[in-house]
């Protein structure tokens, strides 16, 4: 049975105001190209402004007329609103999609609940996973290795990775021994990098540098890095990426590739890849099929000697650094944009079994 209005409700967990962590930009970019092809209505912000907009699509009767529903999760556990409101439209028929974007929750050894409420969080958001499972025609995961932790049978559950949207008309390469990171610092990653660099320095560039960008209150957390002239310090939001890298042509992905590293897919990549950057990146499993698969890069062993030989590598021949940034913003073009993600999940809603049809066409005004 086709539904009269052709629409589909969007529920992010996220606030869209700032585009300053991953999960942010992956709403948002998706959000925007679903709403290309279909009539999309989003429903975004912390769990009081969220609760507000679905009383009033419920008060005004839109809230049932949504031909599927898509939902980004956060970290932490659902609001009851958010629960009771899509078992009331799974019971209405609708075919829900749940994305889960990660499952720190399930490796409590190295994301220890330290606090009573982390615990709480913690428990909550298991909680709300079982919730999930029940009302999702679909569940949705980056990796096929975070998926099997779910125990879902066959059809229960497909990918939608990230992605990217160019961000340069152009590869630009500017020669300097500079390489970039944007991200979370942590005690491993620091030294990972700092290690890295003092070997790329002794190798190859002695005056190579590394342009790290992440939030300020990560950047105090290390505060001996201010007196190390390896690194600079650089705060940006994802729109300002092209500024703050604009004299970098290669960044790395310097995870550990163990524990819940390995069942990852970084937003930071297709970033990378949106700026025509050459890609650096340990070898975890999804991040260096991509690699590989794209060729936008070197994938290498998670310690210090291997990242430089491959930091190395690039410094030294410029050529295969150009032709990685060239493919890079190839990839993002054609094969991993936010538009062919929105299309993959559209037909997915389109092949939902459970009498609703979305069609694209016919917008309604919001």
């Known amino acids: 049975m086709a539904e009269p209005l ?40 912390r769990r009081g402004k969220r609760v507000l907009k679905m009383l009033t699509l419920a008060a005004t009767g839109r809230l049932f007329r949504f031909a ?22 799974r019971l209405l028929g609708k075919p829900i ?17 330290r606090t009573i409420r982390r615990k709480v969080s913690y428990w909550g958001w298991r909680v709300s996973v079982g919730a999930y499972k029940h009302v999702a025609a679909r569940l949705l995961f980056p990796t096929d290795a975070l998926a099997a932790l779910f125990g879902l049978e066959d059809g229960r559950w ?18 300097a021994p500079r390489v970039g990171y944007v991200g979370d610092l942590t005690p491993e990653i620091v030294d990972l990098l700092r ?6 320095r002794q190798s190859c560039a002695p005056r190579a540098t590394c342009t790290i960008v992440s939030s300020r209150r990560d950047w105090e957390s290390f505060p001996s890095l201010d007196s190390e002239d ?11 990426l092209v ?22 897919l970084p937003v930071k990549l297709f970033d990378y890849m949106s700026l025509a950057k050459a890609v650096i990146t340990t070898n975890l499993p999804a991040v ?24 190395c590598h690039l410094f030294d021949h410029p050529g295969d650094a150009k032709r990685y940034q060239l493919n890079a913003l190839e990839a993002v073009r054609t094969r991993h944009s936010w538009r062919d993600r929105a299309e993959r999940l559209l037909g997915m809603m389109m092949e939902a079994g459970e009498g609703a049809a979305v069609a694209p066409g016919g917008r309604e005004p919001r």
């Open 288 to 311: 260096a099929a991509i690699v590989e698969g794209e060729s936008v890069g070197i994938v290498s062993r998670d310690d210090p000697e291997s990242l430089a030989q491959a930091v």
């Open 243 to 264: 500024a703050a890298l604009w004299d970098v042509d290669t960044c790395l992905v310097p995870r550990p590739a163990r524990g819940y590293n390995a069942l990852t």
């Open 68 to 89: 599927a529903v898509y939902v980004e999760t956060s970290t932490a556990s659902a609001a009851p609103a958010d629960l009771l409101a899509l078992a009331l439209l």
């Open 158 to 175: 497909d990918l939608l990775p990230p992605a990217g949207s160019p961000l340069v008309a152009a590869a630009r390469h500017s020669g």
């Open 97 to 113: 999609f749940i994305y889960i974007r990660d499952a720190y929750q399930l490796f409590p050894s190295e994301f220890p609940p």
């Open 230 to 240: 390896w690194c600079e310090h650089r705060q940006a939001s994802r729109d300002q």
């Open 195 to 200: 290690d890295t660099l003092r070997r790329v």
């Open 6 to 45: 052709n629409s589909v409700l969007f529920l992010s967990m996220y606030p869209l105001d700032v585009l300053d962590r991953a999960p942010r930009v992956r709403s948002y970019h998706l959000w925007r190209e679903l709403d290309r092809l279909v009539p999309t209505t989003l429903v975004a912000g």
